[in-house]
């Protein structure tokens, strides 16, 4: 149980294009998400907190505008990339928490996704 | 602000040594312990966690961890690797009525035969 999915696993693009990145929690519901980043050789940077029904918290220094966040269900979360830099090239992983754990896990652990290579010609 | 931090970027053992790689946090209050593991083209999986009671926490694949409150540590342990335990692993702090996870910068940890 517990399994979180992304598609694509890995995606290639033009300058200038946006790329929608999906999350998915196959056998639970999850009404919190989670996506962050990675560099080459670096650890998670939080980039921004999906719960379903309601607008993304995005972590300091995470442009909102630019990493458009939605969350229409409990089982769905998706992270766009407008108009994407060879800077942005980078590992996006995200993370679900189950709903109908015991409270007191569902209140500490999350399960995460195999993640999504972007690469930004 | 919070922070975590892992003190060997790369370990590198032979089978049958044992390990033990460091982790402390900066936060004074209450907190909840993780340690993630994340094989060579898989995604992060957890290996142990805390956050109450016994401060000794066994988790899978033999390994285990102690939260030292004094210390602000949480040092992951294993008696003895395997070569399948090459793998970058991660120490991970939640704290007080947060959701978030913030991670330290990651351990790669090579076995050699």
């Known amino acids: 149980g517990a399994v979180v999915s992304q598609h694509p696993s890995w995606v290639i693009c033009k300058s200038g294009t946006s790329v929608k990145i999906e999350c998915r929690s196959l056998d639970f519901q999850a009404t919190t998400m989670f996506w962050y980043r990675q560099f080459p050789k670096q650890s998670l940077m939080l980039m921004a907190t999906s719960n379903e029904g309601s607008k993304a918290t995005y972590e300091q220094g995470v442009e909102k505008d630019k990493f458009l966040i939605n969350h229409a269900s409990l089982t769905l979360s998706t992270l766009t990339v407008t108009s994407a830099h060879p800077e942005d090239s980078s590992f996006y992983i995200c993370?679900?928490?189950?709903?109908?754990?015991?409270?007191?896990?569902?209140?500490?652990?999350?399960?995460f996704g195999p993640g999504t290579r972007l690469t930004v010609l | 602000a919070q922070s975590v931090s892992q003190h060997n970027h790369h370990v590198i053992l032979s089978e049958a040594a044992s390990l033990e790689l460091g982790c402390n946090y900066s936060?004074?209050?209450?907190?909840?312990l993780f340690w993630y593991v994340q094989y060579p083209g898989q995604h992060l999986q957890l290996l142990l966690k805390y956050f109450s009671g016994d401060p000794l926490v066994k988790g899978i694949k033999g390994f285990e961890a102690e939260f030292i409150k004094s210390k602000f540590s949480f040092n992951l342990r294993k008696p003895s690797v395997q070569w399948s335990d090459t793998a970058e692993y991660f120490c991970?702090?939640?704290?007080?009525?947060?959701?978030?996870?913030?991670f330290g910068a990651g351990t790669r940890l090579a076995v050699h035969p």
């Open positions: 991970a702090v939640k704290t007080g009525g947060y959701n978030k996870l913030i």
């Open positions: 936060y004074g209050g209450t907190v909840n």
């Open positions: 993370s679900a928490r189950d709903l109908f754990m015991a409270p007191e896990e569902s209140h500490n652990e999350q399960f």
